[in-house]
C-alpha cells in the first residue's frame, strides 16, 4: 500500500475534535453532555447578515475576485477605521476564514524549517498551520500564576536564530483568554523591529474584551507597517463560524503581492459568506454590548465556580471566552476522555479540551484544561456541578 507522508504522518489530531466519537457514544448511551470543549457560540448571527443570505438574487454564484469581492473589502476598511485601523481596500485580501488567513500569511513570508515564536498555550491549530507550511513553532512558555501574560522579552531573545522570521500572537488569547495590553504589544514590536521580524497577530477575539479594558492591535504600533501581519476572522465576532470568512491584512505592498498569488491559487473565498459578512458590518452596537455582558456573566460563573473547587486554580481572563484552569489531576488527555466514557452525574456529562494540545513543548499542560464558556449560564452552572463532583471521584487525581 503506498505510504502516507510526513506532514501526514506530523499532523497533530485537534484537541478540540479528537474526542468527539467519545462524546457521541455517550450520547448514545443516552448521557446528556454539556460541550465546553469547542468555541462555538450559541449566540444567534445577526439578523442583517441572515437577510443578505434570504435575499441573494444573482442567478449564478459565481466566483469572487481571489482577494474578495470589492465591495465588501472597501466595507471593511469603514469597520476597521472604527477601530482606529487605517486601511484600504489594497490591505486585505478576504480568506476562508482565519485558518487560511495564517496558512497564506506563513506560507508567504516563510520558507521550510523557517521558525517562527510563539507564546504557550496557543490556538491548537497552529501546529498544524506549521506542519503544513513546512515550518517550525519555537513555544515561549507562559505562566498560569499571572494568568498567562506576555513572557519575559529576554525568552523570546533567547531563542532567536538566523531562522527566525515571525513572531505569532493571539490577542485576546485562545486558549487562555489573556488579553495583551498596549504595553505588552509594544514591547513585541519593538523586538520585531530590532531583529526584522514579521508580527503576526490573530485578532478574531477583538470584539470579546471586559472589564472596562481596551483592545490594542499590531495595526496601531508606528513604524512597523512593513512587519505587521493582521489574522481576522467574522467567526466569533458575529457568532458566524460557518460562514467561514477571514481576511489577512498588511500595508506591506511586497507581502500582499506575494499572498495574492497563494490566494488565486485556491481561487476565490465563499461567495454566501462575503455576502453575509459585508451585511454583517451593519450590526447595531447593541448586538455587541449584550453579547458583551452575556459573556461576562458566563465568564463570572465559570471562573468563581472553578475556584470554589478543591484544588483547582482558574485565572480571570479579560477577553475572548476561555479559560485554562489548573486541576489536582495528572493526566488531562484521560480524565476528558474518562468524563465522556466512564462518568456521568445523573445523566449528565462534560466535554472539555485537555490543554496538551495548546501546547508545542512535551510534557505541558499535562494538569490543565481549556473551557470555552459559550454556553448558557443556567448550563454553566449545572456544568461546573458536574465538573466538580467528577474532580473528586476521578481515579487519577493527585
Not at 500564576?145 to 531573545?157: A, H, K, S
Not at 483568554?177 to 523591529?193: D, F, M, T, V
Not at 512587519?227 to 507581502?255: H, P, Q, T, W
Request: charged letters at 25%; aromatic letters at 10%; a neutral charge.
Amino acid at each position: 500500500m503506498p505510504g502516507i507522508s510526513k506532514k501526514g504522518q506530523n499532523m497533530p489530531a485537534s484537541p478540540i475534535r479528537k474526542l468527539v466519537p467519545f462524546a457521541d457514544a455517550a450520547k448514545k448511551r443516552g448521557v446528556k453532555v454539556y460541550h465546553l470543549n469547542i468555541g462555538q457560540p450559541d449566540i444567534p448571527t445577526p439578523d442583517v447578515a441572515m437577510e443578505a443570505i434570504r435575499n441573494f438574487r444573482q442567478t449564478v454564484v459565481e466566483y469572487s475576485h481571489s482577494a474578495g469581492i470589492l465591495s465588501y473589502r472597501q466595507k471593511l476598511t469603514q469597520y476597521y477605521a472604527k477601530n482606529n485601523i487605517k486601511i484600504t481596500a489594497d490591505d486585505i485580501i478576504v480568506t476562508a476564514g482565519g485558518s487560511e488567513a495564517i496558512l497564506i500569511a506563513v506560507s508567504t513570508i516563510m520558507d521550510p524549517d523557517d521558525e517562527m515564536i510563539v507564546p504557550e498555550p496557543f490556538y491548537a491549530n497552529y501546529n498544524g498551520f506549521s506542519v503544513n507550511a513546512g515550518v517550525k513553532v519555537v513555544p515561549i512558555p507562559s505562566s498560569i500564576e499571572n494568568g498567562f501574560g506576555l513572557p519575559p522579552i529576554e525568552d523570546f531573545e533567547k531563542v532567536i536564530t538566523s531562522r527566525t522570521k515571525a513572531i505569532l500572537v493571539c490577542n485576546p488569547n485562545n486558549p487562555t483568554g489573556y488579553l495583551y495590553s498596549k504595553e505588552e504589544i509594544e514591547r513585541l514590536g519593538r523586538l520585531a523591529k530590532k531583529h526584522d521580524l514579521y508580527l503576526l497577530a490573530d485578532e478574531v477575539y477583538r470584539e470579546f474584551v471586559y472589564d472596562g479594558e481596551q483592545h490594542f492591535s499590531v495595526m496601531h504600533l508606528d513604524g512597523l507597517d512593513d512587519n505587521c501581519i493582521l489574522v481576522d476572522s467574522v467567526s466569533k465576532r458575529y457568532s458566524a463560524c460557518g460562514f467561514r470568512i477571514g481576511a489577512m491584512i498588511s500595508k506591506n505592498k511586497e507581502v500582499m503581492s506575494a499572498a495574492m498569488k497563494f490566494a488565486q491559487a485556491r481561487l476565490s473565498p465563499p461567495t454566501f459568506g462575503q455576502v453575509a459578512s459585508e451585511a454583517a458590518i451593519d450590526t447595531p452596537e447593541s448586538y455587541f454590548r449584550e453579547v458583551k455582558a452575556e459573556y461576562v456573566a458566563r465568564r463570572d460563573v465559570v471562573v468563581q465556580a472553578m475556584n470554589k473547587m478543591d484544588g483547582v486554580f482558574c485565572p480571570n481572563p479579560r477577553g475572548a471566552f476561555y479559560v485554562v484552569a489548573r486541576l489536582p489531576i495528572t493526566d488531562s488527555d484521560h480524565f476528558c476522555q474518562w468524563l465522556l466514557e466512564d462518568f456521568n452525574l445523573n445523566g449528565e456529562t462534560v466535554m472539555l479540551a485537555p490543554a496538551t494540545g495548546f501546547y508545542s513543548t512535551p510534557g505541558m499542560g499535562k494538569d490543565e484544561v481549556r473551557i470555552s464558556y459559550v454556553l448558557n449560564v443556567s448550563d454553566l452552572k449545572r456544568s461546573m456541578e458536574i465538573l466538580d463532583a467528577a474532580i473528586k471521584v476521578y481515579p487519577g487525581r493527585k
